[in-house]
């Protein structure tokens, strides 16, 4: 992945994590997928990457 995106993995780095509320409809809803991406993002967490160390925080995610 870091050869790929050119990061370089050496370096300290962190990557932020984020996820959105996925409703499911009862049946068919018009415009649902429209509704569905246009939801806020909501911050989760994040990985650190220190040398080749890995560390996460990440909320609960029912608590959302």
């Known amino acids: ?10 370096k ?3 990557f932020n994590r984020k996820v959105n509320k996925v409703d499911i409809p009862d049946g068919r ?12 993002w909501i911050d989760l ?8 160390h890995f560390s996460s925080y990440i909320l609960e995610i029912e608590k959302l």
Request: net charge positive.
């Open 12 to 14: 300290y780095q962190i």
């Open 29 to 40: 809803e018009e415009g649902f997928l429209i509704k569905q991406i246009n939801k806020e």
């Open 45 to 52: 967490g994040y990985k650190k990457l220190d040398g080749k």
């Open 1 to 10: 992945m870091g050869l790929k995106n050119h990061i370089d993995l050496r």
